[in-house]
């Protein structure tokens, strides 16, 4: 590799990661003990791809992995949420500013204390604004399961949440761990509400948006590395 790029883009859940492979032309696969990763020379210059896996275990785990090999000055995760019905927009790709871990039960100490030192808030003072596309500032919050409808009204209450997943609580403690920079845009692929998530049932359905988003982030990706070089 005769550059060493300074931005690594991690990717989650195997939909998106698939999406990534298909849209993206004549890419060189190699292995981690993640998944696979790739070198791309996008029109702002050449980065990482990398497949970190779904969940908190692998997204910390990965991400740990990428700073620890590469030093990147910058790493971005593109990806899917699922987004709180009557607060947010289907598609609406959220820049995020700060994630919470809600899956945490201490029954031995303190609670609160426990969900606090899992929580990051990411600083983007240095991302330059105007941004190149359009965005809505956000917190997401992340747990190793699926949102439940119930679980709506405390989030949004409690985080000022308006989506959620998997792995972006993960990814953004271990970047700011270990004092890198880091860059969360996921759109939202599907709604959960009173009535139930959208997609429930339905993973073609999330197959289908997922490509989708990824397709148009994807497209997206060289003017945010644009302003940001």
């Known amino acids: 590799m005769s550059e060493q790029p300074n ?3 991690i990717i989650s859940a195997n939909a998106e990661w698939r999406a990534v492979k298909e849209v993206l032309p004549e890419i060189s696969l190699r292995a981690s003990p993640f998944g696979e990763w790739f070198v791309y020379p996008t029109t702002a210059g050449t980065v990482i791809f990398f497949h970190g896996g779904w969940g908190k275990i692998s997204a910390a785990a990965a991400t740990q992995y990428i700073i620890d090999r590469w030093k990147p000055g910058l790493l971005i995760n593109l990806g899917t949420c699922g ?3 009557g607060f947010v927009e289907l598609g609406t790709v959220l820049l995020v500013d700060r994630t919470r871990v809600y899956d945490i039960l201490e029954q031995m100490g303190d609670s609160e204390a426990a969900l606090e030192y899992y929580s990051t808030d990411l600083d983007l ?19 190793d399961r699926d949102l439940l409808t119930q679980d709506i009204p405390h989030l949004h209450e409690r985080y000022g949440a308006v ?4 792995e972006s609580g993960a990814i953004a403690w271990t970047a700011t761990r270990n004092h890198v920079r880091c860059l969360i845009l996921r759109a939202v692929s599907d709604l959960v509400g ?3 998530g959208e997609a429930y049932g339905n993973l073609d359905l999330y197959q289908a ?3 989708e988003i990824m397709e148009r982030l994807l497209k997206q990706l060289p003017d945010w590395l644009a302003d940001i070089r």
Do not use: I, K, N
Not at 125 to 143: C, D, I, N, T
Not at 163 to 166: L, S, Y
């Open 7 to 9: 931005e690594v883009v």
């Open 83 to 85: 987004g709180f019905s």
């Open 125 to 143: 003072g240095w991302l330059p604004e105007p941004y190149p596309h359009p965005v809505q500032r956000a917190v997401l919050v992340s747990a």
């Open 163 to 166: 989506a959620a997943d998997w």
């Open 194 to 196: 009173g009535t139930g």
């Open 209 to 211: 948006r997922a490509r």
